[in-house]
């Protein structure tokens, strides 16, 4: 069995999320409050978020929330692969 490199699905995931936030990101900017509140309701099966919905969120927070997100992401990618590359050898 082939071996996952570890940075490179730890890049796809922390890339992959980053994309989600700045998706997140470009909803709140065109959808606007109730837009926002709507779609995430949809999103998590009828959930209401009106209360945890924050609109003014300022830009550094922004910034500093998809950085965050990147890297927890390639954590969990990197970990991922890890742990499989870990698994195949042990079955050899």
Not at 20 to 37: F, N, P, Q, S
Not at 54 to 75: C, E
Request: glycine share 10%; proline share 1%.
């Amino acid at each position: 069995m082939l071996q996952i490199n570890v940075k490179k699905l730890g890049f796809a995931f922390g890339f992959t999320g980053a994309l989600l936030y700045l998706g997140c990101i470009i909803v709140m900017l065109t959808a606007g409050k109730e837009g926002t509140v709507t779609f995430f309701n949809n999103l998590l099966h009828g959930l209401d978020t009106s209360s945890i919905i924050r609109m003014d969120v300022p830009l550094l927070d922004a910034f500093f929330g998809i950085i965050q997100t990147f890297i927890l992401g390639w954590l969990v990618g990197a970990c991922v692969a890890a742990f499989y590359n870990a698994q195949i050898n042990v079955i050899k």
